[in-house]
Nanobody
Framework: QAHLVESGGGLVQTGGSLRLSCAASGLFFSSNDMGWFRQAPGKEREFVAAIGRSALASLYADSVRGRFTISRDNAKATVYLEMNSLKPEDTAVYYC?????????????????????WGQGTQVTVSS
């Protein structure tokens, strides 16, 4: 059974940085696209970033492009989200998600409905 565990969240001031990690087990990690999503209080879950199986492709939400960087280490079955220049509006619970390979050509997607496995989330709070 797939298991995703996020870590690295916390409280940071505006302009600060955090690095989130998501360790995967119970799945063939290198065959999964990986994504990060977030959900702020009272809001729907939203896409943050995704990375392809070989890390050659990545996709970002407009709100984080240029500030956040997604990366992965297939040998460690871990995906990362480096977050810089944090803003109060980045405050949310951050979730990682895994999407199985279903086609030879599978574009990255921001749609949460396409992801198969989810972690429990880690809280990120940015103070103003």
């Amino acid at each position: 059974q797939a298991h995703l565990v996020e870590s690295g969240g916390g409280l940071v001031q505006t302009g600060g940085s955090l690095r989130l990690s998501c360790a995967a087990s119970g799945l063939f990690f290198s065959s999964n696209d990986m994504g990060w999503f977030r959900q702020a209080p009272g809001k729907e879950r939203e896409f943050v970033a995704a990375i392809g199986r070989s890390a050659l492709a990545s996709l970002y939400a407009d709100s984080v492009r240029g500030r956040f960087t997604i990366s992965r280490d297939n040998a460690k079955a871990t995906v990362y989200l480096e977050m810089n220049s944090l803003k109060p509006e980045d405050t949310a619970v951050y979730y990682c998600a895994a999407r199985k390979r279903r086609a030879i050509i599978q574009p990255l997607t921001a749609g949460s409905e396409h992801y198969d496995n989810w972690g429990q989330g880690t809280q990120v709070t940015v103070s103003s």
